[in-house]
């Protein structure tokens, strides 16, 4: 039986196209037939700098909240002055076929001065929750009331993710989508039968957050760990505000964001960090101030609030699409096709179904377009989306492979214009890897030097040297 690797290489050579439409929808689109019972099961949607990952819960729907450039630590030098003076004997043991000596002289003498706990390394973090309880007009149990035709999926075309369930003939449905040309996160939430829409929206955060009402608007201000003791971290605020035709709503520490007796809501989010470099439209110190501008147009007494979250989709999604329908890939279709993703995934294994590879290649640059975008950061290990304050690998980006593979799929998908963070992240680089040049490898080596990490700083994308244990990195 082939691989899906195998299917998707062979294919990727021989049938990608310039794209109109698709007409192998199957293959647009992760669905699911329950809620998300862990993380990793939830629906990434992301504009290049904001993502969130609706769960598509029934009582209770968990939303995970992220801004591509909110790390902990702080910019800092790890080089070690004395790298270099071991560079000579590490060749010759390599020259002599002696490989362990010569990688155990490096291990302890060729490596950065880090220690593992040192905290202005930092983490790329979580963002924060948006936890959204729901209660219905039903005198049953909801635990216990029948649930028809649950579904919810991820349109990769239009970056638009979906729940939708029946409950006591009352039909609901949910969308989320992060807005491209509005640089918000969005919420539509609308129930079948006036009056069925009750719900309470709240943010939270593990650690290092301040919830406040300000208005109409609930807050959620913070600041990370620099790693040092006295010094400010990296800061951050995370705005949300309720947009309703029908119902009554309130706003307040207790509830958060409350609406009884509705029909249709928005919930829009903003947020913004403390974080500025040179090839980045991030706006520093300035972020409270953007974090709030970019919710006034939804708000403006002059403008129609409903009629301007309707084409903020609309246009949302020809900004997707721009990028998206660049190519498409088409491969023999099967009966397995219209399975729910999970199962079909499973029947992948007893049996061939072509165009699942089709569906992976699709999700593949879906991912890239939504954790990238012109004068942001590049794709990290986690792309955007990360569920915690402590991310694995700290989230950062390893030059090793990593970086590379999250941008494998670019040229050939025509999205070149998406390269630009990765690029001017190289050249912020380039003057700290000179000085690491000279330190490890001598005070004649012309050029510049970037070893296996680049640790988030947080001032910008530099630090002299930093390692692992068993990696050398320079930033």
Known sequence: MKTLATLFLLAASLLLRAADAPADSCNHQLYYTSPAAIWEETLPLGNGRLGMMPDGGILREHIVLNEISLWSGMEADYSNPDASKSLPAIRQLLFEGKNREAQELMYSSFVPKKQETDGRYGTYQVLGDLDIDFTYNSSLSILNSPLNNYRRWLNLRDAVAYTAFRLEDVDYHREY??????????????????????????????????????????????????????????????????????????????NGIRLKNGQEAWLILSAATSYAAAGTDFPGERYAEVCDSLLRPFTAPANSPCAILHSSLSNHVTAHRSLYDRVSLTLPATLDDTLPTNERILRFTQQESPALAALYYNYGRYLLISSTRPGSLPPNLQGLWANGVSTPWNGDYHTNINIQMNHWPLEQAGLSELYQPLTTLMERLVPSGEASARTFYGDEADGWVLHMRLPRTTKSYRTAAAAGERSMDTV
Not at 236 to 241: E, L, T, W
């Open 177 to 254: 989508f992060v807005s491209r040309d509005r640089d918000v996160m969005l919420i539509h939430l609308v129930a079948g039968r006036e009056g069925a829409l009750n719900f309470s929206a709240r943010l939270s955060r593990a650690e290092h957050s301040s919830v406040t009402v300000q208005g109409n608007t609930l807050l959620m201000d913070g600041m990370l760990e620099s790693g040092k003791p006295g010094l400010d971290g990296m800061k951050y605020r995370v705005a949300m505000q309720l947009v309703q035709n029908g119902g009554e709503s309130s706003v307040s520490l207790e």
